[in-house]
Each structure stands twice: as structure tokens, then as C-alpha cells.
């Protein structure tokens, strides 16, 4: 995905408020502590088996100086969890924060805490096999050179991707050279580029002012700020490259020996990735799950918003998994978190974790078709004890709450069957009314501090969030509301809920940020194809100003070998694939166009002859205003 905006590490926080944890949320976190299996310590074992050595800089900076990762920024991760913190949460973050080079067993060694993800390193007999080269160049390269300390100088082999999200292979120019790249094998599964660049076209813009939210853009780390993103620790802020694969994986069952070392794959698309896949090393026992397992419930939903993933085929693809490799697997390595050591505790793991999923989405559809809704489900479903008893069935990431009504919304929709529900008031027009029949703000506000004084925030948040959406400039409301996310983010197990509700409280006392957000990755653009693009151009077509107007013109880009028939009528972009169009011609570079199109520049890159139009160029007069240019920090807790 475009984690574009996320360099959490990196920014400053100004001006935000201190705030108290209350009562209620120190007796919450208080209980919360008293149901955890503390004695169950086996993760802390995985997590610090195999230690090597920590990198030798406290940073990992851009050639300009710029910081891409902060070693230091978890160092207050000490002793118990603050009042401040879900203990949950507490405990997840410490283990997820150790950083360093691990020797996982005999010729495989894991990076972890460089990145989000980590970077797994297969010894071959002349050179070394990548699996996951983190999400930008800076960390990766740093990892590898960490590890060639320990291992040596043997050349990068092969890299693998196990699937489609920018932090599995953002990092890849990072560990591999343009002068290399001829040499070494990239290896994804099928499908991976299409998705890789595609995933976050259409709806880039949405879905990166929505991550910011979930990975708590601009927060700092600390006991009142960021705690980790739960699935790791958080994006990188370095550069996001991509080599496309030179060898895709197709089918369940398919082997490779790359130097020496035999790996067998199962495919696993549409699970938590659109492409992905597991695989095997049958010489050293050792399965890769990639992100289908991990030391957190995962997203089914992430809320940063994507295509509802399939709850049923993430389960019974790991069923699969355990039936191919279970009886074989000896160590178990993720994309994410730490290791799993042991056949026992290996099958173990995945099995409960399947269940997990599995419960997940059988109890949801169950009590779908008894008749309840999205939310009577969320607030029911709940794992049974020997599966929550589980550190790693714990919602760091995904949620219990989330994910049902994510499963809903995947057979069913945003509709729950109610008529009253089929067509409601727009949030601001419904919160006006709220506020009339409360008998004005006052009341509202009364009725906001009683139930946050009483420590019931989710009802306080409802209820201020009316008085928010019908007076947007109400600071009183706006101040307590965000008051109100703190408590609730302070109690999130999830870091990904905390990181929302801090994200929340502060738009709603700053506004939304300002700064704009970083450009996109070079190799992503150039390797997203060109009807994607036309795609992006026709959800950013605004009716209005295009008004009666018709357009129709062929657009050539010769250096691709590509042409395209566009009409434009009616308010909507068509464009056809080697079509042609009674009307002009226009000849250019694809990134030349491309960039008049974003900045609005066409006539002056026409009149420097960068674009070329052949035929009736006035009938392509004020084509380039048709556009919208998305605003890229959009209010969302205010109208
Ligand atoms: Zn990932």
C-alpha cells in the first residue's frame, strides 16, 4: 500500500494537551491485567531466542540525513505498563520492539525491528536467499549489512516476496543493485504485480488519509502516544522501491531448489493479501507462513479501508498449510513478529490461530442468520477461553469487534435489513436534529460530561459526536470529545484503535494536518499500468465543471506502445485499449503526461512540444480543469 504520510517516527507533535488518565480507565486497564496468561512466557523465549547483535547506530538515516528509523524511539518500554496503556498492549510492544539480527536456526536468520515487517535470510551454498526486504531501501540495506557482519560477504541470490503489501518488498534496491538485479531471481506468487501496484490506485487517496489514522501519523512514541502499529512496530520513512518478479509461483505444490536449497509453495490468494503465498524448506525444516499467522489477531477489515478480505479461506488455507508441512515443520518464521520453535509448539500455534479465524467467521454467520445485525454481533462474539487465552489470538491489530462486522459486511453489506436504517439523515443533518430534540448544545454537552464522567466513553463519544457534526467551531465539544478518544485509545488493546482515537482527539484540537504528503514511489508508478491510470483520471472527472462539454481524442504513448480511444461526456471517462477515436491525437512520455495531468500544466507542456496533439487541438479546449485534484488531508472527525 501507499503507507504514504506515515513516518510516525519522524514528525513532531506540537501543542498537544497532556492528558489524565481517569478513573475509569485506570480500573479498566487494572481489570484487563487481572485476565491475561501472564505465565504463559513462551513468546519472550521466541522473541529473544537466537540474538545476534543490535545495529551499531542509533538511527537509520537518508543520504541527506533525514531519520528513516529511530532504534531508540521504544526505550520507555520499561518495567509495567502505565495507567495510561492496555497492559496487553504493553507487554506486545516490548516484544515487538526487540531489533536486531537473530539466528533462527542453521543457515536462516530474521532482521527484526528495522521496519514494520522483517527480513529472513536463507543461507545457500553460494549466495543468500532474501525472503521480505522490508518497506524501504535505507532499512533493508542497513539489515543486510547488520547480518553480513555474522554471515559474510556472500552475494543476494534471490529474493522472495510472499505477497503483495508494500512492506514485504518496498525495500527490495535496498539489498539488490540495478547492477545486480540482471543476476538475482525475484520470486512472487502469482498475481503479485498487478496487486502490488494496483491495490491502492483508485482509492489511494481515501485509504492514505485513512492509514493515517491507523498508524498514527505524527505521533510520537511514548506511554501517551504511538505503540507500535500491533502488526509491527511501524512503516519505515525511507525510500519504496519495487523489482518486478522474474519467476511466479502458480500453483499449490510447485518446487524450486534455488543455490542448493529445495522450497516448496502453497498458494494462498485472497487471504490477508490479494496475492500470497506460504512455503517450505523441507532440507532445513522450516516453514515461512509469510502474513497468514502471526503474534496478533490480523485485520479481516483493516480500518484504514480495502476490499473486505475472505475470514473462511484465511482459515482453510491454514489448514492446508498444516496438512502439507505440519508434520515436517520444525521452526515456523512470519513476515512479522518472532519465530515459532518446535513441531509442537509450531502446530500448536497454527491450529489455535486457524480456530481463531475460523470462530471468527462461523459465529458471525451464525448469528447473522439467527437475525442479528453488524453491531448486536460485534458486541457478542467473543473468542471462547481456550482460544482468548492465546497471547497470540489477541486483537494487537485486528479486533474480535471489527473483524465480525467485517465478515458481515462481506455477505451481507452496509445495510442490516432494518428500514429504518435504509436511508438515514447525512451526519451532519442527523447530528442538527440529535441537538434539537437533546434541547440544544447545553444539553448535549450535559449529557456528554454525565456519561464521560461515569467513564462511558462509547456513549460519550455518540453523543458528542452529534454536537461536533451540527457545530463543527463548538471548542467545548470539540475538547471533550477528544478527552473522550483518549480514555478510549489508553484502553485499546488493539494499537491500532489507540492509534485512531489519538489521531482522532488531536484532529479534533489541531484540525487536520497541513503538511502535504510525500511523493509516490518511482517504481511503483512506472509499473502501474496505464488503464489503471485512466481509471485514477476518471474517479477525479467532477461533473460539474465538465458541464455539457464532450471530449473524445486519442492519447499515444509511444514509448510504451500504447494507444487509447478516451471520450469524456455525461460525466463519466471512457477509455478503450487499442481503439481509436474520431478526434486529435495527443503524443507524449507517459510520466510527461501524467504530471500535466496532476499539476494542470498541459497547455504549457504543449507549447514546450513535451505534448504532442495532432488534429483539432481546440476541441481539447479546457480539458485539463475537468479534473479534481483530491485534497490529501480531507476533515474526518469534523464535517
Ligand atoms: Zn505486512
Not at 57 to 63: D, G, L
Not at 195 to 200: G, K, Q, S, Y
Amino acid at each position: 500500500m501507499r503507507f504514504v504520510a506515515i513516518a510516525a517516527l519522524t514528525f513532531a507533535l506540537s501543542g498537544a494537551a497532556s492528558a489524565q488518565v481517569s478513573d475509569a480507565t485506570r480500573a479498566a486497564n487494572a481489570a484487563a491485567a487481572q485476565t491475561l496468561p501472564w505465565t504463559d512466557r513462551e513468546d519472550e523465549d521466541f522473541a529473544n531466542r537466537g540474538f545476534v547483535a543490535a545495529y551499531d547506530q542509533p538511527q537509520i538515516r537518508m543520504t541527506d540525513g533525514r531519520v528513516v528509523w529511530d532504534f531508540t524511539a521504544y526505550n520507555f518500554l520499561q518495567g509495567d505498563a502505565p495507567a495510561s496503556v492496555n497492559p496487553s498492549l504493553w507487554r506486545h510492544a516490548r516484544l515487538l520492539t526487540r531489533a536486531g539480527l537473530f539466528r533462527v536456526t542453521d543457515r536462516v536468520y530474521q532482521i527484526r525491528g528495522f521496519d514494520v515487517s522483517n527480513m529472513t535470510i536463507v543461507i545457500g551454498d553460494t549466495g543468500l536467499i532474501i525472503i521480505d526486504p522490508l518497506s524501504s531501501a535505507e532499512t533493508a540495506a542497513a539489515g543486510l549489512a547488520l547480518a553480513r557482519r555474522t554471515i559474510g560477504d556472500k552475494p543476494v541470490v534471490a529474493v522472495i516476496y510472499t505477497h503483495s503489501h508494500l512492506d514485504h518488498f518496498g525495500g527490495v534496491r535496498g539489498i539488490v543493485s540495478a547492477e545486480q538485479a540482471a543476476n538475482v531471481q525475484i520470486i512472487a506468487p502469482e498475481g503479485f504485480m498487478e496487486h502490488a501496484v494496483t491495490e491502492n490506485v483508485i482509492a489511494g487517496n481515501a485509504m492514505s488519509r485513512r492509514a493515517q489514522f491507523q498508524f498514527g501519523a505524527g505521533l510520537p512514541p511514548g506511554p501517551e502516544g504511538q505503540m507500535t502499529s500491533g502488526i509491527g512496530i511501524a512503516v519505515s520513512a525511507g525510500t519504496f522501491t519495487l523489482i518486478p518478479p522474474t519467476r511466479t509461483i502458480s500453483r499449490t505444490g510447485e518446487t524450486l531448489t534455488i543455490d542448493g536449497v529445495r522450497i516448496e509453495f502453497q498458494l494462498t490468494p485472497d487471504t490477508e493479501a490479494p496475492a500470497e503465498m506460504n512455503f517450505f524448506f523441507p532440507d532445513l525444516g522450516v516453514l515461512c507462513i509469510a502474513e497468514n499467522a502471526t503474534a496478533s489477531m490480523h485485520n479481516i477489515l483493516t480500518p484504514r479501508g480495502a476490499l473486505v478480505r475472505d475470514a473462511k479461506a484465511w482459515a482453510d488455507y491454514l489448514t492446508e498449510a498444516l496438512r502439507l508441512y505440519g508434520g515436517r515443520t520444525q521452526i515456523m518464521v512470519g513476515s512479522h513478529a518472532w519465530p515459532r520453535f518446535g513441531g509442537d509448539r509450531v502446530r500448536d500455534f497454527v491450529a489455535s490461530h486457524r480456530d481463531a479465524y475460523k470462530y471468527l467467521h462461523d459465529q458471525t454467520v451464525r448469528l447473522m442468520n439467527a437475525g442479528y445485525t453488524d453491531r448486536e454481533i460485534a458486541e457478542q462474539v467473543r473468542l471462547p477461553e481456550s482460544l482468548s487465552s492465546r497471547w497470540f489470538n489477541h486483537g494487537y491489530y485486528g479486533t474480535m469487534m471489527h473483524n465480525s462486522r467485517a465478515v458481515y459486511q462481506r455477505y451481507m453489506g452496509w445495510y442490516d435489513a432494518n428500514p429504518a436504517n435504509l436511508n438515514p439523515l447525512p451526519p451532519a443533518e442527523e447530528g442538527t436534529r440529535f441537538v434539537r430534540a437533546m434541547g440544544g448544545a447545553d444539553r448535549v454537552m450535559a449529557e456528554g460530561q454525565r456519561a464521560f464522567d461515569e467513564g462511558d466513553y462509547r456513549w460519550a463519544a455518540r453523543v458528542l459526536n452529534h454536537l461536533v457534526f451540527a457545530e463543527p467551531n463548538n471548542t467545548a465539544a470539540r475538547q471533550l470529545l477528544a478527552r473522550t478518544h483518549r480514555q478510549m485509545a489508553y484502553q485499546a488493546e488493539s494499537a491500532i484503535w489507540r492509534n485512531i482515537y489519538l489521531v482522532g482527539a488531536r484532529e479534533l484540537e489541531q484540525g487536520p494536518p497541513t503538511r502535504s504528503q510525500p511523493t509516490q514511489s518511482a517504481d511503483l508508478v512506472a509499473a502501474t499500468p496505464t488503464s489503471y491510470i485512466l481509471d485514477l483520471l476518471a474517479v477525479r472527472l467532477n461533473p460539474e465543471r465538465l458541464g455539457n462539454r464532450r471530449y473524445a481524442f486519442n492519447l499515444v504513448f509511444p514509448e510504451r506502445n500504447e494507444r487509447f480511444a478516451v471520450t469524456i461526456a455525461n460525466g463519466v471517462l471512457v477509455h478503450e485499449h487499442d481503439q481509436t477515436v474520431d478526434g486529435p491525437t495527443i503524443t507524449s512520455q507517459r510520466a510527461v503526461f501524467l504530471q500535466a495531468m496532476a499539476t494542470q500544466s498541459m497547455a504549457r507542456s504543449v507549447l514546450s512540444g513535451q505534448i504532442r496533439i495532432a488534429g483539432n487541438r481546440r476541441s481539447l479546449e479546457g480539458l485539463g480543469e475537468v479534473f479534481d485534484t483530491p485534497d490529501p488531508n480531507f476533515p474526518i472527525v469534523t464535517p
